[in-house]
């Protein structure tokens, strides 16, 4: 079946500028996770929904950062304001029902500010 | 601090040999640990987890084991491939919720 997908695969843009990256998880999968990879490190979590509600938003870095996932399918991660900074692969991943099962993640969307 | 931590230098074997990876992590009592692949470009891929009460577990040509004294993981893969180069990652989920804690990973470039 079809696995996690994110779009765009790339986006650039420019420092001030607003951003939203979307994540289409598994079908039936009622968590949703989005993670930051800068080059060289591993994932960084930065949110966990459970259904509809966000359960964890303990990592996303300040209030530029927010996301929604209004039917509790598909999500989207606004960035407000972007600094380069926030140049990172950004990854989302769905798991069945949260919790320790296995998370299953998609290829990534490449956020480059200028 | 809480810290996990994996080899940051790449390690380059020979296709057949035996690769060993090592994650280690800091004031972190991890119900269990688990081990990811990720090659350029894509999202890691769940390997294996180990609980805390398996000191080990195999897939295949992969082990890994738990040493929660030492705080240490170590991930191996038995009769190496060109196809197994990639980066592979730990991670741990503290509060088994879900939120993982990643290392940094290591690169593997197994050369035939």
């Known amino acids: 079946g079809a696995g996690v997908s994110q779009t765009p695969s790339n986006k650039v843009t420019e420092k001030g500028k607003y951003v939203e990256l979307r994540c289409d998880p598994i079908?039936?999968?009622?968590?949703l996770y989005w993670y930051r990879q800068s080059l060289g490190q591993g994932p960084e979590f930065l949110i966990y929904?459970?259904?509809?509600?966000?359960?964890?938003d303990s990592g996303l870095p300040n209030d530029r950062f927010f996301a929604v996932r209004p039917e509790g399918s598909v999500s989207t991660l606004k960035i407000q304001r972007t600094e380069r900074g926030d140049s990172a692969v950004y990854l989302c991943?769905?798991?069945?029902?949260?919790?320790?099962?296995?998370?299953?993640f998609g290829p990534g969307t490449r956020l480059t500010v200028l | 601090s809480q810290k996990i931590e994996q080899n940051s230098e790449a390690l380059n074997i020979q296709e057949g040999k035996t690769a060993t990876l090592t994650c280690n992590y800091t004031?972190?009592?991890?119900?269990?640990l688990q081990w990811y692949r990720q090659d350029p470009g894509r999202g890691p891929v769940f390997l294996l987890l180990?609980?805390?009460?398996?000191k080990e577990k195999r897939k295949e040509r992969l082990k890994v084991t738990f040493d929660t004294t030492l705080k240490q993981s170590l991930f191996h893969i038995t009769a190496s491939q060109p196809a197994d180069s990639a980066t592979y990652l730990c991670?741990?989920?503290?509060?088994?919720?879900?939120?993982?804690?990643f290392g940094q990973g290591t690169e593997l470039s197994v050369k035939p």
């Open positions: 991943a769905s798991s069945l029902r949260g919790g320790g099962d296995t998370q299953y």
């Open positions: 079908s039936g999968h009622t968590a």
């Open positions: 180990i609980r805390e009460n398996e």
């Open positions: 929904f459970q259904g509809t509600g966000a359960a964890d």
């Open positions: 004031n972190y009592s991890p119900a269990y």
């Open positions: 991670a741990l989920d503290p509060a088994q919720g879900g939120k993982l804690i």
